[in-house]
Structures are given as structure tokens and as C-alpha cells.
């Protein structure tokens, strides 16, 4: 399994913007489709982007036009940037990696994200 370290999160004020950044532990290459997730208390985790290795983008509707993710296969890291941030995007952002041929999952232990005032 891949060991996944999220970095990043903290107290932002609404319409602020976060980069959120995951380092993995070994090679994500083209073998692994990265994505970011996110857990508000007493919500179940959703997806909020994935990038697969040959860069093809998934956007969770509600985050399309106000983040970016991006992966970096040479530092094995992948950044997920968020502009206009709402009160309701406060969660926990997990990074995850997801192996292509053997759909083994990784996790990172999540960072908060608190979007107020």
C-alpha cells in the first residue's frame, strides 16, 4: 500500500483559497489514480476531484470552477488547490490512491479544512 501524507489545511476565511498538498511514499507513476476526498461532521466522504494517471480530471459537481488538482509523477505528490471557499466546504480532505489494476485503496490520515469568519 501506498503511505499518503496530506498537508495543507487550517482556518481560512469565506472566499479565501487553500492549496492542499499529498505526498505518497513510493512511485504513484501512471499505476495509481489520485484523488481528494472530503468528510463534514456527520456527513459520509465524498469525492471532490480525482486525476487519473494519463491526467484525465474528475470534478465532484459542487467543486467544478473552484478547485484545481494536479499531480506531480517525478515528486510523487498531488496538490489540490481551492478558490472561493464556503462555510460548507469545512471538512476533513483525504488524499487517496487507488491502483489501477488491483483497485487497492491507500489513505492519508486527513486535514481539516474550517472555512469562517
Known amino acids: 500500500q501506498v503511505q499518503l501524507v496530506e498537508s495543507g489545511g487550517g482556518l481560512v476565511q469565506p472566499g479565501g483559497s487553500l492549496k492542499l498538498s499529498c505526498a505518497a511514499d513510493?512511485?504513484?507513476?501512471?499505476?495509481?489514480?489520485m484523488g481528494w476526498f472530503r468528510q463534514a461532521p456527520g456527513k459520509q466522504r465524498v469525492m471532490v476531484a480525482t486525476?487519473?494517471?494519463?491526467?484525465?480530471?474528475i470534478y465532484a459537481d459542487s467543486m467544478k470552477g473552484r478547485c484545481t488538482i494536479s499531480r506531480d509523477n517525478v515528486k510523487n505528490m498531488v496538490d489540490l488547490q481551492i478558490h472561493s471557499l464556503k462555510p460548507e466546504d469545512t471538512a476533513v480532505y483525504y488524499c487517496?490512491?487507488?491502483?489501477?489494476?488491483?483497485?487497492?485503496?491507500?489513505w492519508g490520515q486527513g486535514t481539516q479544512v474550517t472555512v469562517s469568519s
Open positions: 487517496n490512491a487507488r491502483h489501477i489494476l488491483t483497485a487497492t485503496l491507500s
Open positions: 513510493l512511485s504513484i507513476s501512471t499505476i495509481y489514480t
Open positions: 486525476i487519473a494517471g494519463d491526467g484525465r480530471i
